[in-house]
């Protein structure tokens, strides 16, 4: 006797909507990713405890006095998020690589690119949490106002482009043999435009200059993300293949 | 073994002769520059260089294209070509143009878009020859090659693009005119040919590198082959 209970269910995916069940991959990829993370919490616990040591460290080594620090607010952030990142994106990764789980994912029977999108997606929400954290406490630190609509909006975006690309080149990177140390040298110079125009923008945000200054950089964002998120979608199949 | 094709030898006889020549017209039959005087002189071969160099970088992006259609490991050996001749190219306009940025500018460098555009450049496609050493199988290699040299060729515009929102202070001396930029003059005839003598001397050499480069990518894969078939 088979318990019903125990019994494999059939696969309740349903085959006429093919744009709903895209959309439910991309979604089971980022729920396993969460609840694995939930679980262990390494990923996001080095990400925190690496921003906090760069606040620190940045305070040291730029004399964050009162009159430097509108200034030179956005280069901080965006460097913590851009090296955390780093470290957040080489470990979701290299998860996937060990004991086979990329090839399990890949045995799915769902578009690559669901793939793709539920890495990018989750590595995204674990910036985004990270940043969550530092933006309050960078606030409270240093007695200056972050919560500003605009700077908040520049943060997302550049999140966004940032875990885009980073997630491509993560998963290049994983299956060489130097592994986690090129992720930083092949990522950052292909992210240096989306890192200047969010320091740029941040800046401008923060020291409360006018939309003709800012528009420019913000629109820039805007096309990195676009630009790099459709390349990602395109080229996605051949870094993953075997 | 094949030997080296005639049209090969004899392109590699004439890139020496055009270089000599280009060498004489750059030192001493183009007029000396009144401001600048002759350290101007550098600029003949750093457009040179930086001409053929942007071609190969432009050339390379579309290798990447072909070959993730194609998967023809021929479009890969192509690419690492033409990246390669263009990185050394690259070092030289940079090299050169940071002779000239001493007297002109009075300092080596300066963070101006064009210039760390370059930089930022040189660092992907440094990052391009890393990824490739790490890893071992030919075809993953190409693949992976490909992505990073797309991936890396459309940043490197919108890099130039996102610096352009500073000011610059290079000048622009083919067309336009800015009113901030440093070191820009008029040519005269004579600095006019010098001039294009140098563009059609570096495209020159370029092709004789970017030529014997590929045949050196096919000797290397041949002799791979060769290796695997002694082994087995």
Partial sequence: MIDKSTEMKPMTIERTNPVMNFVKAVAAIVWKDLRAEFRSRELFSAMLVFSALMIVIFNFALELDVKVRQSVTAGVLWSTFAFAGTLGLNRSMAIEKDRGCLDGLLLAPVDRSAIYFGKAISNLIFMLIVEVIVVPAYSFLYNINLFIPGLLMIILLGSIGYAAVGTLLATMSTQTRTQDILLPILLLPVAFPLLLAAIKASTGFLTGAEWAEISLPVNLLIAYDVIFIAIAFMVFDSVIEE | ?232
Avoid: C
């Fill in chain 2, 1 to 232: 073994m094949q030997s080296k094709p005639l049209a090969l030898k004899i392109l590699d006889v004439v890139s020496i002769i055009v270089l000599g020549i280009s060498t004489y017209l750059a030192l001493v039959f183009a007029p000396k520059e009144l401001v600048m005087g002759d350290v101007q002189r550098v600029f003949y071969f750093h457009i040179g260089t930086a001409w053929t160099a942007l071609i190969g970088f432009i050339l390379a992006a579309g290798f990447s294209v072909v070959y993730l259609i194609t998967k023809n490991l021929k479009w890969d050996r192509l690419q690492v070509a033409a990246i390669e001749v263009s990185l050394v190219f690259f070092l030289i306009t940079i090299a050169l143009g940071s002779i000239w940025a001493r007297p002109a500018w009075n300092t080596w460098w300066t963070w101006d878009p064009r210039l760390t555009t370059a930089a930022v450049t040189e660092l992907i496609y440094i990052a391009y020859f890393m990824l490739r050493q790490g890893i071992d199988e030919p075809e993953k290699r190409a693949r992976f090659g490909a992505v990073y040299a797309l991936v890396g060729g459309i940043s490197a515009p919108i890099t130039f693009f996102a610096i352009r929102l500073f000011r610059t202070i290079h000048p622009v001396v083919i067309s336009g005119s800015n009113a901030a930029a440093q070191g820009s003059f008029n040519m005269t005839p004579d600095m006019l040919t010098t001039f294009f003598f140098a563009l059609f001397t570096f495209t020159v050499i370029f092709i004789d590198l970017f030529w014997n480069r590929i045949r050196l990518g096919d000797l290397q894969e041949r002799v791979e082959q060769l290796k695997l078939k002694v082994t087995m």
